[in-house]
T-cell receptor
Framework: RKEVEQDPGPFNVPEGATVAFNCTYS??????FFWYRQDCRKEPKLLMS???SGNEDGRFTAQLNRASQYISLLIRDSKLSDSATYLC?????????????FGKGTHLIIQP | ETGVTQTPRHLVMGMTNKKSLKCEQH?????MYWYKQSAKKPLELMFV???????ENNSVPSRFSPECPNSSHLFLHLHTLQPEDSALYLC??????????????FGPGTRLTVL
């Protein structure tokens, strides 16, 4: 299994819809998980951190399923401004304890 | 946002040049990181520093040489690079290391082109 794997994109979603995508990880001992948002030619920006079963922040909900080793990101009432690439990141994979291992990202396009 | 700054933002260099990338964080963090982002590949961790000490080197070629003089500054010295080293180089910082302190915040990156 790849260390951090994300749903392939792009996801084309109409404005106002709910969209969800998953991220699977290989290290069952991982304790923390992160979702970043990256706009074209910009740096990743931290969107959500997950340390227990999940986290919610406004329209965004992240859920952790330890048994199946995946985390999901749910976006409700999607806005045009949500169009971006969403990166999943997990520390402690690939031999290192501190650096993050990133997935390739899921490209989301919100259509008017 | 000016939490993590990087200079230069763009750099074009020949394979025989020597250049340095600079990163500065204004967040009072203790850990700093270098990542590489190439087209169609995920972000790759290069180096980790915690309290100025290097704690991870992710099998990076020696033509990349990091330097961390203090917890606020991080450099990446470049020499005899190859065209395949062209990428976006991102610096990040976090309060510390370990699962409770590992929220990492990124600078805007240096887009490097090696001719």
């Amino acid at each position: 299994r790849k260390e951090v794997e994300q749903d392939p994109g792009p996801f084309n979603v109409p404005e106002g819809a709910t969209v969800a995508f998953n991220c699977t990880y290989s290290n069952s001992a991982s304790q923390s998980f992160f979702w970043y948002r990256q706009d074209c030619r910009k740096e990743p920006k931290l969107l959500m951190s997950v340390y227990s079963s999940g986290n919610e922040d406004g329209r965004f909900t992240a859920q952790l399923n330890r048994a199946s080793q995946y985390i999901s990101l749910l976006i409700r009432d999607s806005k045009l401004s949500d169009s971006a690439t969403y990166l999943c990141a997990v520390p402690g994979i690939g031999g290192g304890a501190d650096g993050l291992t990133f997935g390739k990202g899921t490209h989301l396009i919100i259509q008017p | 946002e000016t939490g993590v700054t990087q200079t230069p933002r763009h750099l074009v260099m020949g394979m025989t040049n020597k250049k340095s990338l600079k990163c500065e964080q204004h967040l009072g963090h203790n850990a700093m990181y270098w990542y590489k982002q190439s087209a169609k590949k995920p972000l790759e961790l290069m180096f980790v520093y915690n309290f100025k000490e290097q704690t991870e080197n992710n099998s990076v070629p020696s033509r990349f040489s990091p330097e961390c003089p203090n917890s606020s500054h991080l450099f990446l010295h470049l020499h005899t690079l190859q065209p395949e080293d062209s990428a976006l180089y991102l610096c990040a910082s976090s309060q510390g290391t370990g699962s409770s302190y590992n929220e990492q915040f990124f600078g805007p990156g240096t887009r490097l082109t090696v001719l």
